[in-house]
């Protein structure tokens, strides 16, 4: 018997004739079924580590949990708040069921379009809750996506975003959050065919599709059209949680005509004295998206709607000092690295939302005009010898002149 055949796997003891391969080492051999075998172990280990780290990386916490975390960083919109923690704790529920189990039942998406006016706080929403939850996320801006050909961005350039903030992880951008914003800025230009193609309307959504829903696409790390040499990475948006905001603007002139459709009978009079006409998207419908211009596709795919309350005068002021990150607070801590102790008076505090009232500016219109009233102060204190600024509403006046509040109007 020749030395070659007395060869035999030193896992199982095979044989060489037993076996299809045996591969030699530098004192032992293996052969091909115990590869294999191998294999499947490695596959099964490597797939419970990523389990365990999804677990151990994800801060899940139940729905009131997720509502009093919010609760520090965003005053008001306590219904936008509680559709938000269900429907984001439902999702990441769905990550870390057991998927061994032998349940036929699968939990889908709960994707969510998040309606409002302007500077009511959508984003920072969304923000808040992927700062929680420790997964990454991404913003984009519908109104740069055309159909694929045109000149603008791909719609999956989405997830080249997801992919570089997630450090080009893919596992890590496939269980991360992304909030696509000015959604409405890509409706249906009308219900009549016309000679142009809609390519930065319909054709997005419908190109939008196959992410909201969940499926396996090729993304291109860079972004696609710039660079055309780069290899494309697989990214699974199965498990991705999309947010979609838009202002929406004319949407409550459809909600009207929807709600006063009986406008001759008994019950007309009075149902329309019970509506409160100041808020007219808190009775918003998926009716209401779709006469809009979004594609019922589309609407199915975001299954949670839910609305942003317009601020008054009293949520603008909390706004200004409540939350963890509130402006005056964040002043506050810019002035004490100087050094300078900061104060500023109940009235001047007053005097400026009264005129973000007045001017229509909104959360992001106080932020303006912050900067307007502190600019001086914070060029001249670092190097001059006072150390303390006391803001009286004679101050904020005169630093707020006519021309001042027409610019921030302008630009707002």
Not at 328 to 334: A, N, P, S, V
């Amino acid at each position: 018997m020749s030395k070659e055949e007395n060869l035999e796997c030193s896992f199982c003891g095979r044989k060489k004739a037993e076996t299809d391969l045996l591969i030699a080492g530098m004192d032992a051999h293996i052969c091909d079924k115990c590869i294999e075998q191998a294999h499947g172990i490695v596959e099964e280990e490597i797939s419970e580590a990523k389990s365990t780290s999804l677990s151990k990386d994800l801060t899940l916490k139940k729905p009131r949990e997720i509502k009093d975390f919010l609760d520090q960083y965003i005053i008001g919109q306590d219904e936008t708040k509680r559709a938000m923690a269900v429907a984001v704790y439902n999702h990441y529920k769905r990550l870390l069921q057991d998927k061994n189990t032998d349940d036929d039942v699968e939990i889908e998406k709960s994707n969510i379009v998040l309606v409002g006016e302007t500077g009511t706080g959508k984003t920072l929403v969304a923000k808040t809750i992927a700062k929680m939850l420790n997964v990454p996320f991404s913003i984009v801006d519908a109104t740069v996506l055309t159909q694929a050909g045109y000149v603008g961005e791909d719609v999956e350039s989405i997830l080249s975003r997801l992919l570089q903030v997630a450090d080009y992880d893919v596992e890590k951008a496939e269980r991360g959050i992304v909030f696509i914003d000015e959604i409405d800025k890509i409706a249906r230009k009308g219900d009549n065919p016309s000679i142009t193609r809609d390519v930065s309307g319909e054709g997005v959504q419908q190109a939008l599709l196959k992410l909201l829903e969940g499926s396996v696409v090729n993304v291109a790390p860079k972004g696609g059209r710039k660079h055309p040499e780069q290899k494309f990475i697989e990214v699974n948006t199965k498990d991705i949680l999309f947010i979609a905001g838009g202002a929406f603007s004319g949407i409550d002139k459809i909600i009207s005509k929807r709600l006063n459709r009986q406008a001759v009978g008994f019950g007309a009079s009075l149902e329309e004295d019970t509506l409160d006409k100041d808020n007219l998207l808190q009775y918003i419908t998926p009716l209401d998206l779709k006469s809009f211009g979004l594609i019922p596709e589309i609407i199915g795919r975001l299954p949670v709607l839910s609305f942003m309350n317009p601020l008054d005068a009293k949520t603008l002021r909390a706004i200004l000092t409540v939350p963890k990150n509130a402006i005056i607070k964040q002043y506050k801590k810019l002035f004490l690295m100087d050094n300078v102790e900061f104060t500023i008076e109940e009235e001047a505090l007053n005097y400026i939302v009264d005129k973000a009232v007045h001017y229509k500016l909104g959360a992001r219109g106080l932020r303006s005009l912050c900067e307007a009233i502190f600019t001086d102060a914070m060029f001249d204190l670092p190097s001059s010898d006072e150390k303390t600024l006391n803001v009286t509403k004679n101050y904020v006046e005169a630093k707020l002149s006519n021309t001042t509040l027409k610019k921030l109007k302008a630009t707002s």
